[in-house]
């Protein structure tokens, strides 16, 4: 594997959870972005926060007193012992004093833009970073890929300012269960939540806590955990999704899993009705965390940061090297990425070393598009399956679209959806408006990485020398655009 680039941040310990058994060929073009632009939410955001120091009503102090079905009241001193949170009128629950873990559908869309809440005890924070997965129950595109539409239903915020646990503004930590799944089997677990208290109503409220037991039949991906109520006649409810599941095996609580979602067939009781499905956390947290590492802010026009592999065995194409995987599935990696920070879309930069990537988000200013075949066969640079097109050619594709569309370039996503009855395929492609010329190709060759003709070039080493010869303009990244004409190339700066 080439080392190349610099890497720019570092931890002081290395642990890489097992990769999901995710894959899948092209996803619908539209999970390329869930949003067509991008504004800053500085404005909102400062909005809000000035409202919380002027002093703000807990919601939840105006709600009902339920929550889990049949559950039992947690009372204030459990709620901070364990750090269990409102977020957006669902569940949450605090992994240090500023980070709360909660479901990735419990996150709206347009959460880049839309400040979110976050309640303890009549105490409220902002997040003003989030990370949010691709929700698990989202349908597959393909039949006959089942798990093609598969992820961690998780969500990490970061608050603008730590809650106080026991007087303090640091040192709360919930402890994780990093055990196997399987061996869990059989056992109770600890469910807390502020969903409805009652089935078919709307009732939600207060935190409630419900004892459930680990299914002796666990779904195949071992990153879900299926929870029974047996003679309990407790259960999970709408509003508990991204409630906590804690084990005790006599050492404490320790945080198992986050609720995300769950099946209700009739009245709960020993005939096991009810059962609550939650997202597994001992082989994702880590990737998680390290996802908030690095600066970046889905508000920048333009983000360049690394990305960790601990972080990319997340992906639904985890991309190791960038020196081997296809360059879609490369682009349909970094748009995921950054789309999971709130970012228009994304492109990887070619660098790589040890456990790192480098990868180029694009915020305010970019603009997610879906383009059909027929208007690429209209300004010449049909695609056919982009899996099969070379990444200059998709490069010429995305250039000539967006210029026609008012832009100044564009890169694409990697995305493709099919429609079969119509005969087309649709291909998702981000365009921005930065800074976009000719260049040499002796100056090219002046950054270190030679490009002989964007044909004969791999997409890494492409990517790598237009961002050397962009950041040596003072640019902060860039790429070519699939265009040459004899010895000079065409290349887009973002700034």
Not at 362 to 369: D, E, K, N, R, T
Not at 464 to 474: F, M, V
Request: some cysteine.
């Amino acid at each position: 594997m080439t080392k190349s680039g610099n890497v720019r941040h570092r931890v002081a310990f290395r642990r890489n959870p097992t990769p999901l058994a995710i894959s899948h060929q092209s996803p619908m073009s539209r999970h390329a972005g869930p949003f067509t632009t991008h504004t800053p939410r500085a404005a909102l955001l400062g909005a809000l926060c000035a409202s919380i120091l002027a002093g703000c009503i807990d919601p939840e102090l105006e709600q009902l007193e339920h929550a889990v079905i049949n559950g039992t009241a947690v009372d204030p001193q459990t709620r901070l012992k364990l750090g269990l949170v409102d977020v957006n009128g669902s569940s949450g629950v605090l992994l240090s004093n500023d980070l709360v873990l909660t479901a990735g559908h419990v996150v709206p869309d347009g959460f880049d833009r839309i400040p979110m809440s976050i309640w303890l005890l009549g105490e409220q924070r902002v997040a003003v970073k989030i990370v949010r997965f691709h929700d698990n129950k989202e349908p597959a595109p393909y039949e006959d890929d089942p798990l093609s539409g598969i992820g961690p239903d998780l969500a990490l915020l970061k608050l603008h300012a730590p809650f106080a646990i026991d007087g303090s503004t640091s040192g709360f930590g919930n402890e994780l269960y990093l055990g196997e799944r399987d061996n869990l089997i059989g056992q109770g677990v600890t469910i807390y939540g502020r969903g409805n208290a009652t089935p078919g109503q709307d009732d939600r409220g207060a935190w409630l806590s419900g004892l459930l037991t680990v299914d002796s039949e666990q779904p195949a991906h071992q990153d879900l955990l299926d929870l029974i109520s047996g003679e309990t006649q407790q259960s999970t409810s709408p509003g508990d999704s991204g409630g906590p599941t804690f084990v005790d095996d006599g050492s404490g609580p320790r945080l198992a899993g986050i609720h995300s979602n769950g099946y209700n067939e009739g009245t709960c009781g020993a005939d096991d009705f009810c059962v609550g499905r939650e997202v597994y956390l001992a082989r994702l947290v880590w990737g998680l965390t390290m996802a908030m590492d690095g600066e970046w802010h889905s508000s920048d026009r333009t983000s360049v940061f690394d990305v960790w592999d601990a972080e990319v065995r997340l992906m639904r194409e985890p991309v190791l090297d960038v020196n081997v995987d296809h360059w879609a599935r490369q682009a349909r990696q970094a748009n995921e990425l950054c789309t999971n920070r709130g970012f228009v879309g994304g492109h990887h930069d070619g660098h790589q070393i040890e456990e790192a990537k480098g990868v180029t988000c694009s915020g305010y200013g970019a603009s997610f598009h879906d383009v059909r075949d027929e208007e690429l066969l209209a300004v010449g640079t049909p695609l056919g399956h982009i899996d099969d097109a070379e990444w200059s050619h998709a490069a010429r594709a995305a250039h000539t679209v967006c210029r026609a569309r008012g832009y100044q370039s564009g890169y694409p996503t990697g995305f493709q959806s099919s429609q079969p009855l119509q005969q087309r395929r649709v291909y998702g492609m981000v365009c921005v408006a930065d800074f976009t010329f000719q260049v040499t190709h002796s100056e090219l060759a002046a950054t270190g990485w030679r490009v002989d003709g964007v044909v004969q070039t791999d997409y890494a080493q492409a990517m790598r020398a237009a961002h050397g010869l962009c950041t040596s303009r003072g640019h902060k990244t860039g790429f070519l655009t699939g265009f040459q004409n004899r010895n000079r190339y065409g290349i887009t700066c973002q700034s």
